[in-house]
């Protein structure tokens, strides 16, 4: 039987493959693979949505690319507003990373840009709007394969997780922004003693067509400026891998309550059914492309490897369960039993009961219903799995050539946030150091652009973490990263949660002489 879903999908893929098959692409830029910012539409739980995508003229969506090769694109705006979508860890030149004016103004519609650059060594990659058309689902895997990905005897599996609603994401903000009781609304908690501190400029351009305030805060008398306080809180609670609970501690975990979680753009009354061999290995590639929700993976009877994040390989962590936060990915082996069945792989609403998923099956496996709410709360997001995590090939040991302290500070009650500085210079070739210390009761996942960097420290003590671009900064705790500047630019420096940094939690790393 035909049923509604089926139909949208049938219906969808038609007319997506037919839209784009006539892609445009200018003579500049014929010998680039074309991709469409363009409007679509999903199902959810029964309800048809219209939302955006990034569309190859086949009707997929996202891109699967060689490791070594090229990232030669020709993008090209149909979905009838102005965008720009950002590489999300890859390191292209400054001028083709995707942050509006900075420096390329926004796409206009109708427009095509191409892009050109060495796509790098591989890994998992997404790539997405940088404004709040991100909330819309303008988003896909953008999948780097390394030659030994190929010539693996295992199945790959790509999961993009997404938070959604059925209402606009300027609602939403509007909503987060109404005084004393908007924070609650949307699902958040005002924090004592933070309310009526002083704005300290403007983010022109850099979301939404329009100037976004920064706000910033003078912490005098509340935290102290040195060394951040960190008695009694220097190891995480809880011992799951990547998740735990921060005792005695008013945590902010999600001040927006959405419509829907997704993982490939359906939810769980409806999930993907991957078909997998008995006895098989699966590689998972799982990319947090929600704007505001953190999720914890959970494997569930398969017991699962941890091998990369954020596309740079680590030595392997064993478990069930692993947290991670918007704009991360984690890569996990899973094998199969011999005897087959079907395997729900889930995302757990951090410290909530929401959760979404697929469920890999082997043939002739049932596939019961797996309710989209859980019975128990999922925890709250720790920095266990951070600290346990090693990379496979670490930044060589070096004395930082510069230091930056960076000050996150936030308000729920007028949903206001910011780092200490606007900019925080750089020179070409400096190994640089930050340290990221958190002073709001919201956790804040912080993403460099155009580089990657090293956790080389948390809470002050020093160890030898993983490589990545994204990294969570829980609530009153300090994280140390070391980058090595060697991609000029102003490149944006910013709170992966869409609304923290459309807000003002954005800044720039910034070249000097650029």
Request: aromatic share 6%.
């Given at each position: ?42 199902d ?39 965008t720009l ?6 390191t ?12 390329k ?17 591989g ?50 903000l ?20 933070m ?10 351009g850099?979301?939404d ?93 398969l ?38 069945g ?10 909530s ?60 009650a ?30 804040h ?23 990545r ?14 980058v ?6 102003k ?24």
């Amino acid at each position: 039987m035909l049923n509604r879903r089926t139909l949208l999908r049938s219906t969808v893929g038609l007319g997506a493959a037919g839209l784009l098959s006539g892609l445009r692409v200018p003579a500049f830029a014929q010998a680039a693979a074309p991709l469409a910012a363009t409007t679509r539409t999903i199902d959810v739980d029964g309800r048809a949505a219209t939302v955006l995508g990034l569309l190859r003229p086949d009707g997929g969506h996202g891109l699967t690319l060689d490791a070594g090769g090229r990232f030669a694109v020709a993008l090209e705006n149909r979905c009838g507003e102005p965008t720009l979508i950002h590489w999300h860890g890859l390191t292209p030149p400054w001028e083709q990373d995707g942050v509006p004016n900075l420096p390329k103004p926004l796409l206009a519609p109708g427009e095509t840009r191409a892009y050109d650059f060495p796509v790098g060594e591989g890994g998992t990659f997404w790539m997405h709007a940088h404004t709040l058309q991100e909330q819309r689902l303008l988003a896909a895997p953008l999948i780097v394969r390394r030659a030994a990905d190929r010539a693996a005897d295992e199945q790959e599996v790509v999961v993009l997780l997404h938070d959604f609603a059925f209402r606009s994401p300027e609602e939403i903000l509007a909503d987060l922004r109404k005084p004393a009781s908007g924070a609650a609304a949307a699902g958040g908690h005002a924090m004592p003693g933070m309310a009526g501190m002083a704005p300290m400029g403007g983010m022109k351009g850099m979301m939404d067509h329009g100037s976004m305030p920064m706000a910033g805060h003078d912490m005098k008398g509340m935290m102290d400026h040195g060394a951040m306080p960190m008695a009694g809180m220097k190891h995480d609670m809880g011992g799951m891998a990547g998740a735990g609970g921060m005792a005695g501690m008013a945590m902010d975990l999600n001040d927006i309550d959405y419509d829907a979680y997704l993982a490939n753009d359906r939810t769980l009354s409806d999930p993907e059914v991957v078909r997998v061999e008995k006895g098989g290995t699966v590689r998972l590639r799982i990319i947090d492309g929600a704007t505001s929700t953190a999720f914890v993976i959970d494997t569930g009877a398969l017991e699962a490897t941890l091998i990369e994040v954020d596309g740079q390989p680590v030595v392997p962590v064993a478990g069930r369960r692993f947290g991670m936060t918007m704009g991360q990915r984690i890569d996990l082996r899973v094998t199969l039993p011999k005897e087959g069945g079907a395997f729900p792989i889930l995302a757990l609403r951090e410290g909530s009961v929401e959760r979404t998923g697929i469920v890999l099956a082997t043939a002739g496996a049932e596939v019961r219903k797996v309710p989209g709410v859980g019975s128990i709360k999922a925890p709250a997001l720790d920095l266990t799995l951070e600290r346990s995590l090693e990379a496979a090939t670490p930044l060589a040991a070096k004395t930082p050539d510069r230091t930056h302290v960076v000050d996150l500070t936030g308000d729920m009650a007028g949903y206001s946030w910011a780092m200490s500085a606007e900019n925080f210079p750089v020179k070409q070739g400096e190994r640089v150091e930050i340290t990221l210390r958190n002073h709001s009761m919201m956790s804040h996942p912080m993403h460099l652009h155009g580089h990657h960097f090293q956790v080389v420290a948390i809470d002050g003590e020093r160890f030898a973490g993983a490589v990545r671009d994204t990294v969570p900064v829980p609530p009153m705790r300090t994280v140390t990263i070391a980058v090595d500047a060697g991609n000029p630019g102003k490149w944006a420096f910013h709170c992966h949660h869409l609304y923290h940094m459309a807000t003002g939690m954005m800044a720039y790393f910034a070249y000097e002489g650029v």
